[in-house]
């Protein structure tokens, strides 16, 4: 099932800065980023409640926030892609 992740964190102290860096990481292993704070993930159910769980842990839920985006597995008729960045197909070739 496709997912778009999306997040702010605050970084406005040093524990922030590290909180944003955490959760970029984090996100960068399991997605494809699309834009600054906006990732892509194609996964199976188990392994997105398991990336979120990781994401809400890492979090200050006082300061940041999170946000999924529920696209499913028709997600192709529902993303438009218009500009600058080469869109991708997460489940087309991948060339080494």
């Known amino acids: 099932m496709m997912v778009l992740i999306s997040y702010d964190v605050s970084t406005i102290d040093p524990d922030g800065r590290s909180r944003l860096r955490k959760v970029s990481k984090e996100c960068q292993n399991h997605a494809q980023r699309v834009q600054n704070s906006v990732f892509e993930a194609d996964l199976d159910y188990s392994s997105f409640l398991k990336l979120k769980d990781r994401l809400i842990n890492l ?21 438009e892609h218009i500009g600058n960045k ?3 197909n997460p489940e087309g070739f991948i060339i080494i």
């Open 59 to 79: 979090i200050d839920k006082n300061k940041d926030s999170l946000r999924f985006y529920y696209l499913g597995n028709k997600w192709e008729k529902r993303v």
């Open 86 to 88: 080469e869109t991708y």
